[in-house]
Structure formats: structure tokens, C-alpha cells
């Protein structure tokens, strides 16, 4: 998983637990403001359900990027939900405005494989070792003297 995406992500499940702090407060705010004075049940309500889709979507995105982010490609529908879940409760909300700009970086990463450098390392080695090999064929059928032989066995290693 790209690193920038992937701390983006985190970003977003910080403002997640952020939400629903600030909804908790709006809730203990409703019950202790005076009875003539509080707003109508309905925001209270919609507090809660809020406080449940915050959750929801950040217990979505640990789940989307668990194991450092290495099973992102196959968990992707968590992360879509949770993109989903917060532009649904709130589109203008911080978590849904990184979420929205993390769709739009590349989750793969660009790196060979170890496999291939150390099939590299061997090719070179085998290849040293053919040259030194026919040095020594030429050596032995008097094409070049000794000399000659060290100076290029210096020369290839």
C-alpha cells in the first residue's frame, strides 16, 4: 500500500474517533441544558446515529488497512463502505474529505522484488566465473602467458 494513502487513511480514522467525541459533547450538552431551552429529540437522535456510522466507518477502515495494508487490495470493500458510510452522515466532515482525496492516490507500490536483484548477483557471478574459465583455457593452450592471465583475472575481478 502507498505510504501516503495509507497515512491518509489513518488521518481519517483520528477525525472518525474526533466525531464522535464532539457528538458525545453534543449530547451531554442537550441534557444539561434546561428543559425550555434544549432543541428538539430529533438531533439528539441523529447524534447517536452518527456516533454509530463514525464507528462504523473507522472500525472499517482499521479493517481495510490491518496488517500494515499489505491485504488492501482484497479488503477494498471495507474501505468503500467506510467512504460510503461518512459521506452519507456527513459529506462536508474531515474524515470524508480525505477519504474522497485517498480515492484518487494509487494504492500499489512500486518496487522489484528481491528475487530478481539476487538473480542479478548471480548472473554477474556466473559470469565472472566463464571469463576466468576461459582464461584458464588460454592459459593452458599457450594463446596468453602468465602475465597476461593475472593482469585480466585482476581485470574481471
Known sequence: MNKTKKYLII???????????????????????????????????LDFLTIATSL??????????WKNGTLFRYRYGYYMTALML????????????????????????????KE????????????????IANLRLQLEKGEITQEEFDQKLLEIL
Not at 56 to 65: D, G, R, S
Not at 116 to 131: N, Y
Open 116 to 131: 530478481e536483484k539476487e538473480e542479478k548477483v548471480v548472473e554477474v557471478k556466473q559470469s565472472r566465473e566463464e571469463k
Open 11 to 45: 488521518t481519517a480514522i483520528i477525525f472518525s474517533f474526533v466525531d464522535i467525541g464532539w457528538q458525545i459533547y453534543n449530547i451531554v450538552q442537550y441534557f444539561l441544558t434546561a428543559p425550555q431551552h434544549r432543541s428538539p429529540v430529533f438531533y439528539v437522535i
Open 86 to 113: 461518512s459521506i452519507v452522515i456527513n459529506l462536508f466532515s474531515v474524515t470524508s474529505i480525505l477519504l474522497i482525496i485517498t480515492m484518487f492516490i494509487s494504492d500499489w507500490v512500486w518496487e522489484k522484488p
Open 56 to 65: 462504523a466507518v473507522a472500525v472499517l477502515l482499521i479493517l481495510a488497512i
